[in-house]
């Protein structure tokens, strides 16, 4: 993958406070594929002390867009048109990652599937998403 | 609705960190029917500066798990099996806030729906969402 | 509504094979709101003799496609992007029925619910769905 | 896996009125994976010709169902909780062919998701669903 399509996603990713409010972290990147982690702490919890399914999700839903942006023109942006996720075990430990991979990239739309680890290599949740490409025309 | 069933419920909602960490708020909490805001902060953005759709499905999400638990047993506690959530448009503005309603209570599984709203009453996104009610048997 | 756009719903809805081997009709078409509906046969049935999630989950795609199509312009075609149901309760009884509505209209994309009812009123099924217009440009 | 896993499974396809109606066929199954097809006919069309959304959708669902139930006690029986279907590519040719797997299998609750493939191995659908594990208990 050339460093410009690569270096477009690292500064979209420094982009979003929210991912840095999360600590998390972009740990690959590749065509089709792009791996993301973010640390436990006390403020990403649910009642029960577990990772909250919304960060679970944050990750999952980032890695999806971005495996999806390395498909599309450089000057596109990608945005989020749904996803669903299972949650497959209460996810605990030092930290949580998301790989997402492309199943079906469009013109238009892209199809992504994304797996979300804890620390022992466990799934605690599977998401299957579609992305959106957005050039000059509006969704 | 008695008094009990809410208190779980408010403080269920103060052990969870993560809405600690979002600013998220409880504004009512009725017979399967609960209402949850969230103000607007850098630290919830995407890359164009509109609310994370991680934050926006947090608390649609934690409104649709509250309305189902208003209506399980007062010694049950509830997990997100999965969900769903279409994004309708970009959530910009001070404040998102949602609301979360069940659908359909059952025994073991309740089935919810939510919309997110931005500070203009306008639809951000809509969730459809699977909650299980946990008692002493696992899932 | 203009009886061309109505026109064209009911051609289209005559041109599937599928839905003529159910036995489906089309009850009423109004703008983002349409109604289906489908007689329970034998040959409909699950393991259980319920309507199959099949059956049920036809008539409320075909409901969300034309509450979409519906917005759309006279010479666009819609399809499908994907869709999530909810089972509710088995569907039984002589017929179910399916509204579909339109939650928000986009230029490209399009964003549904429907419900889909037993003969008595119940809901047997809920879904949210994302349609896709199509003109000259593909997906 | 043992006979009587695998004949309950074939019993129970052969209840199902509606997979008869479609001339669906159960064409493997193994512990967590179960492979069905489907023959085209003009009478499981869409208004463009290809197979309708609701026949890709039904042989995934009963794919992962019965993915599931292999998992489960020989007296349980598997209901549909929900799914989720993204269309990836029109379905055309002379069948599909859906293949079901278990992600995760569960006491109460099973996750699985399936791929349905074109006759020339494209993928044409992939979704992601619960199942759940009936015995005395209900939903």
């Given at each position: 993958?050339?460093?410009k399509?690569?270096?477009?996603?690292?500064r979209?990713?420094?982009?979003?406070?929210f991912?840095?409010?999360?600590?998390?972290?972009?740990?690959?990147v590749?065509e089709?594929?792009?791996?993301?982690?973010?640390?436990?702490?006390?403020d990403?919890?649910?009642?029960?002390?577990y990772?909250?399914?919304?960060?679970?999700?944050t990750?999952?839903?980032?890695a999806c867009g971005?495996?999806?942006l390395?498909?599309?023109?450089?000057d596109?942006?990608?945005?989020t048109?749904?996803f669903?996720?299972?949650?497959?075990?209460?996810?605990?430990?030092?930290?949580i990652?998301?790989?997402?991979?492309?199943?079906?990239?469009?013109?238009?739309?892209?199809?992504?599937?994304?797996?979300?680890?804890d620390d022992?290599?466990?799934?605690?949740?599977?998401?299957?998403?579609?992305?959106?490409c957005?050039?000059?025309?509006r969704i």
């Open positions: 993958m050339d460093d399509n690569k270096d477009r996603i690292v979209s990713f420094g982009k979003q406070g991912l840095r409010f999360l600590g998390a972290q972009l740990l690959s590749e089709g594929l792009v791996e993301i982690t973010c640390p436990f702490s006390e990403k919890t649910q009642q029960n002390g990772f909250h399914a919304g960060v679970t999700t990750i999952a839903d980032v971005y495996a999806a390395t498909t599309m023109p450089l596109a942006a990608v945005l048109v749904e669903k996720v299972n949650f497959l075990r209460p996810a605990s430990g030092s930290a990652r998301a790989i997402g991979k492309v199943l079906k990239a469009g013109k238009k739309l892209t199809v992504c599937s994304a797996f979300v680890y022992t290599g466990k799934e605690v949740a599977s998401m299957q998403a579609t992305m959106i957005l050039t000059s025309t």
